[in-house]
């Protein structure tokens, strides 16, 4: 475990650790194919069946098997150790994407084997994510300096989502959308490949068996410790899921074009990159107390958003909440680290994740079926109250954390 012991803590201090930069750099080639995919995937199934519809359908089922099966995967890390598990995983994974890739390359593939093998590459995708933060645990230790690491793997994971669509937009200009599937499956390939093979990754070692037998390694020691992260993510999760369609809602009422809904959304993202840059350097407030008022500025700042009088006070104010999104969410992660056990903190914070996910296609739908019988202005103010309420939960469920309950995963067959 190497700590820079000098200085105050910062993110080049944090690349310059041994393996670091290697490590790091192969998780983000890596990551980018999740950046790129969904679009990618969109694209191809509506050119290769001509319907909105089934293409909307399938990546629902995509999205739905790589979030709900995120713990499954991130417990196959932990106990078989990231090479062992990941390797399979993202060739699977990858192997996968191109098959869909050549299926989908000429219009006219039947509807039902896109489908099962949409669905099956969803239900392999390989938790970088969370892996690579539990290798951040590995390389830092706890204190301030993994602090800042986690922040730039935030911002970094931000950026790589905002960059893909881009990728994916400039290559379709040039070949039918399933290359883009293609790149996907080359980037997670030849990223993982890369990231198991750095010396920090082995340090994952496959969780140990305790005293009571197998059965224990299967649960998430501290489990009540986790459920306060997870709680503010899922609210965190459900409030962006929301202001997505509550942006567009708004530029319609306003008689705004398309286009401006893009530009909203872009300050959401810049707003999250500068906040997670800012919230790595603060230092001196504890990670719970940190998770709760970042929750609860974005929830606070939200439901002002519906009461702003015009465009450029609208786009100001929805960058303002933007400033609290990384906090938030590197701190649950970081959170969720911090009360796992050694051999668990990878589905610690997969569960995390999960929880986030999850929330913003709840968010989505919610606000989706809500938008057209409320006013604009209540709508935010309810999207505001669901992260309040989150941050409210999380501090009833975070005050029992200290008694270390035992939370178990659903089983994965594998022995």
Do not use: K
């Not at 969109?42 to 050119?47: C, E, Q």
């Not at 399979?88 to 996968?96: D, H, S, T």
């Not at 990223?191 to 994952?204: C, D, E, I, M």
């Amino acid at each position: 475990m190497s700590t820079p012991s000098s200085g105050r803590p910062s993110y080049a201090a944090v690349l310059r650790v041994p393996y670091a930069r290697r490590t790091f750099g192969a998780a983000l080639v890596a990551r980018l194919s999740y950046g790129t995919v969904s679009l990618s995937v969109m694209l191809t199934v509506t050119r290769a069946t001509g319907s909105y519809a089934v293409a909307g359908t399938l990546m629902a089922l995509f999205g739905a098997a790589s979030v709900f099966l995120s713990p499954l995967r991130a417990a196959l890390v932990d106990r078989r150790g990231a090479r062992r598990a990941l390797v399979p995983l993202a060739g699977l994974y990858a192997a996968l994407l191109t098959l869909l890739a050549a299926l989908a390359w000429r219009p006219g593939a039947p509807v039902a084997v896109l489908g099962a093998v949409t669905v099956a590459a969803g239900a392999c995708t390989p938790p970088l994510g969370p892996t690579m933060r539990a290798v951040w645990s590995e390389l830092l230790g706890d204190g301030e300096l993994l602090r800042r690491a986690y922040s730039l793997d935030g911002v970094a994971e931000e950026v790589l989502f905002v960059c893909g669509p881009l990728v994916v937009g400039a290559l379709v200009q040039v070949m039918p959308p399933a290359a883009g599937v293609a790149l996907s499956a080359l980037l997670v390939g030849a990223g993982t490949a890369a990231f198991v093979a750095s010396p920090a990754v082995a340090r994952l070692r496959p969780a140990e068996v305790g005293a009571e037998g197998p059965g224990d390694a299967r649960r998430v020691r501290g489990g009540r410790a986790i459920a306060q992260p997870v709680a503010v993510a899922a609210g965190v999760g459900l409030a962006l899921g929301a202001v997505e369609l509550l942006v567009m809602a708004f530029a319609d009422q306003r008689h705004h074009g398309g286009g401006v809904v893009a530009w909203v959304l872009a300050a959401l993202s810049a707003g999250s990159a500068v906040g997670g840059l800012l919230n790595g350097a603060l230092t001196g407030i504890p990670a719970r107390v940190r998770l709760s008022l970042s929750a609860a500025a974005l929830g606070l700042v939200l439901a002002l958003a519906g009461l702003a009088p015009g465009l450029g006070v609208f786009t100001v104010v929805v960058a303002c909440a933007g400033f609290f999104v990384a906090p938030a969410l590197t701190t649950a992660y970081l959170v969720a680290d911090e009360s796992a056990p050694p051999g668990f903190r990878t589905q610690a914070g997969a569960w995390v994740n999960t929880a986030v996910n999850a929330g913003g296609s709840g968010g989505s739908a919610a606000v989706g079926a809500l938008v057209a019988h409320l006013p604009l202005g209540l709508c935010f103010a309810l999207s505001g109250a669901v992260a309040l309420a989150s941050v409210a939960l999380g501090l009833c469920l975070g005050s029992t954390g200290r008694t270390h309950a035992r939370i178990p995963l659903p089983e994965t067959g594998c022995p």
